[in-house]
């Protein structure tokens, strides 16, 4: 890792590991982008600048200066003075210009990763080998009086590079923000696909490649939260990337509310790939002296394929953003309530749960949505963060003590940002809930929202939320958050200030959460957004697991989980096996299936296993020795994508090899069965060649080579859904 400045060149060079990111100035004071790619030594890229093309000769003889803003590859683009494509920054003076000019004024180098204040951040690793550098690049307007900090942290063990951006007002007017993004990049065409992730409740992160034309390309969410239906990722790659080939330039945003990510082709074939805050509705004042920070942008780079790419934000979250305890442990195997119950259940119904799960080996109760106020549907009673001692007649301390008598942990559900209109916390507080004045507040699932951007909103919230936890020995909490946020605006800002709105609303979320992880360490968080709609790497700063889809059914869970493995590691993925049929899908499948690519995440049940049968019941005692045995391997390995469903619309298969390639575990599920179909050749993948694997309970001996080049014979099951758990352990070594 090495940040180096060649004064001289106006040449500003970032080596990780494998690749290079290069800037240069031109005219002493535009910063251009010159490369990303491949690591290089060289840094005498200034030929790049395209000093000599058309448009900037133009420039330099007729002065035609928006020839030359509209095709020079900038480092952080701005509007109003001749750059025509999207913007990273559009800033409005008390005038009402929105007219900027960005020129370069200097730099710095820091040792380590600056933190975000009240916003998740990466940050260097605490081994030996981990640590990180900064570099700030400083861009002024001199008119505006606005400073702009453009920073770049890479680190000794990952090829990442994490950008921010920081804007100061050193003037003595006000600015406004109107879009202020974490990241852009300006690159030559080479014919790139995109790749984004689309979809919806109980669909989430579906993988859609799709041939990059021109225009503007947006994804985006404005829905006040990362969403189901698009995810903050966006990545492009050269014609026929897979797994193992192509080049793949990615960028995945570490913040969990608005966001927008673009690709912009335009005439010239010029890209412009940008990541940050949603612009719509977004405004940030920035008084004299104030600064604004955005979230982090993440951007990694791969020359084979997107299993590099993938691996590198694994390894990222890993070692530099994930602050739990629990991220290096096995986490209970949990039971939760939900859809054994829903809101029918009482404190007997949950000990007999209990009981039965203790047979069966499972570590954790989890309680979920039911147990507070008046709550017997979803009609009432969110806010009112108090036992409903109709259902948990003996109260919470003493159900707690119930469970933990029978060697269970337990576990409990929140909706801390909701209030229902039928609660006595909104019949106290009517304007608490987000609402535009005169108007019917919007219903979403039965309730409204709470205004996160007041500070005495927050602190109620806390405090109630904590005073639970407080009053008996809670070990985990699932925070649930069911509808997206409308009617925007707050009683407590002014109209100025409104469009600050949507950002000081995450910023509410992530308070609460820091206090929460302040005051119980020893908390295990797992968020949840109606399954996964805020399933991003905002949350994983705050939980090391979150929910990652309502839909349990193993063959849905297929392409979410696929989706979402593509940059977050299998150990944050909330899975659990479910109830047959499913209730989101109504489908029929093996309960090993269901076990299989549940033991993909951390582990659990969402069924009534008090009414399993007793083949059930045996097999889900073997399904638990599997998490046992298994799950140091899927937490920490590295993982491959071997197959797809999604793609070849007949199985999908994943791998996941132990650092130091002993062993590994492949996953293959069968989704469709066909007649005459010779056995699957599973080309896998991570493999020591020279190494011999046996594939546990029997006698097959392959080299890793083999396994690797040739690949495994995986026979045909016979009917639909079936699958396998292949575990090769390295004999030789
Ligand atoms: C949505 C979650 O995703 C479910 O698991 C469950 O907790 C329900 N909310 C409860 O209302």
């Known amino acids: 890792m090495e940040i180096q400045v060649f004064e001289q060149e106006g040449i500003f060079q970032l080596n990780t590991e494998h690749t290079t990111y290069l800037m240069g100035l031109a005219d002493g004071k535009y910063l251009g982008h010159l490369y990303y790619g491949r ?28 020839n030359f803003m509209d095709s020079f590859h900038f480092e952080y683009p701005v509007s109003g003075t001749g750059d025509f494509r999207d913007p990273g920054l559009r800033v409005r003076d008390e005038g009402g210009y929105r007219v900027c000019e960005l020129h370069y004024a200097g730099y710095e180098i820091l040792d380590g990763k600056p933190a975000l204040k009240g916003m998740p951040a990466t940050f260097a690793g605490k081994q030996v080998g981990q640590a990180a550098k900064t570099l700030v690049i400083v861009l002024r307007d001199e008119v505006l009086k606005l400073k702009i900090e453009l920073r770049y942290s890479i680190f000794e063990d990952n090829d990442a590079i994490i950008r921010s951006v920081v804007a100061v007002n050193e003037g003595e007017k006000k600015l406004y923000l109107e879009r202020i993004l974490s990241a852009c990049m300006d690159m030559d065409n080479d014919g790139f696909d995109r790749i984004s992730l689309h979809g919806c409740w109980a669909r989430e992160r579906h993988i859609q490649a799709v041939k990059l034309g021109q225009g503007r390309h947006v994804i985006g969410s404005v829905r006040g939260e990362s969403s189901h239906y698009v995810h903050p990722f966006l990545a492009l790659t050269t014609a026929g990337t897979s797994q193992k080939m192509g080049e793949v330039y990615a960028m995945n945003f570490i913040y969990s509310g608005n966001f927008l990510a673009e690709a912009e082709l335009d ?17 940030w004042v920035l008084a004299p ?14 020359a084979a394929g997107l299993g590099p790419m993938t691996r590198t934000f694994h390894s990222l979250y890993r070692n530099h953003l994930i602050r739990s305890k629990y991220l290096h442990k096995k986490r209970p195997i949990l039971i939760n309530n939900w859809e054994a119950t829903y809101f029918d259940f009482d404190d007997d119904k949950l000990v007999a749960i209990a009981e039965q799960a203790k047979k069966l080996g499972i570590e954790m109760l989890v309680m979920d949505d039911g147990w507070f106020g008046k709550r017997d549907g979803d009609e009432c009673a969110l806010g009112d963060w108090t036992v409903n001692e109709n259902k948990i007649r003996c109260g919470l301390k003493a159900l707690v003590e119930r469970v933990n008598a029978l060697g269970l942990k337990f576990g409990i559900w929140f909706e801390p940002e909701m209030v229902s209109p039928d609660s006595d916390l909104y019949r106290a507080h009517p304007d608490w809930a987000i609402q535009a004045p005169g108007r019917e507040l919007t219903m979403g699932r039965h309730q409204y929202v709470l205004d996160l951007t007041r500070q005495e909103v927050v602190d109620y919230v806390y405090e109630s939320v904590a005073s639970v936890i407080r009053s008996a020995n809670i070990e985990y909490v699932k925070w649930d958050m069911n509808r997206q946020l409308t009617d925007l605006g707050s009683f407590g800002l002014d109209a100025e200030h409104m469009g600050e709105f949507s950002h000081r609303y995450v910023l509410g979320v992530y308070q609460l959460q820091e206090r929460l992880l302040q005051e119980f360490p020893d908390l295990l968080l797992e968020n949840c957004s109606g399954g996964g709609g805020r399933f991003d790497a905002g949350m994983l700063y705050y939980s090391p697991q979150i929910w990652t889809s309502d839909d349990m059914d193993p063959i849905e869970r297929l392409s979410i989980q696929e989706g979402t493995e593509l940059m977050y590691p ?20 093996p309960m090993e299936t269901r076990a299989y690519v549940a033991l993909a995440g951390t582990f659990g049940y969402e069924l009534d296993i008090t009414k399993l049968t007793e083949e059930e019941k045996e097999k889900a005692i073997g399904f638990n020795q599997l998490y046992h045995r298994y799950n140091d391997l899927v937490r920490e390995g590295e993982y491959y994508r071997i197959a797809s469903y999604r793609e070849n619309g ?13 062993e590994s575990l492949v996953t293959y599920v069968q989704v469709r069965f066909e007649t005459d179909q010779n056995s699957r050749r599973l080309k896998l993948d991570g493999l020591d060649p ?33 699958s396998r758990l292949l575990h090769f352990v390295a004999e030789n070594r």
Request: proline share 2%; net charge negative; with cysteine.
């Open 650 to 662: 007949m199985y999908d298969c994943w791998q996941v090899v132990s650092q130091d390639r002993t």
């Open 267 to 283: 005439h010239r074939d010029s890209v412009r790939m940008s990541m940050g805050l949603h612009p719509d509705g977004f405004e």
């Open 289 to 302: 002296g104030e600064r604004f920070e955005t979230p982090e942008a993440v951007l990694v780079y791969s």
């Open 690 to 722: 020279k190494t011999r694997y046996r594939l546990e309970g029997t006698q097959e001996v392959y080299s890793g080579e083999m396994l690797m080049n040739a690949g495994f014979l995986q026979e045909m099951i016979f009917g639909d859904y079936g």
């Open 570 to 589: 299998l150990s944050t993925m909330g899975a659990h096996v479910c109830v047959c049929p499913n209730h989101s899908v109504g489908r029929v499948t």
């Open 39 to 66: 690591r290089m030594q060289d840094h005498e890229g200034r030929y790049l600048l395209r000093a000599k093309d058309s448009a900037q000769e133009v420039y330099k003889r007729y002065r035609d200066k928006i």
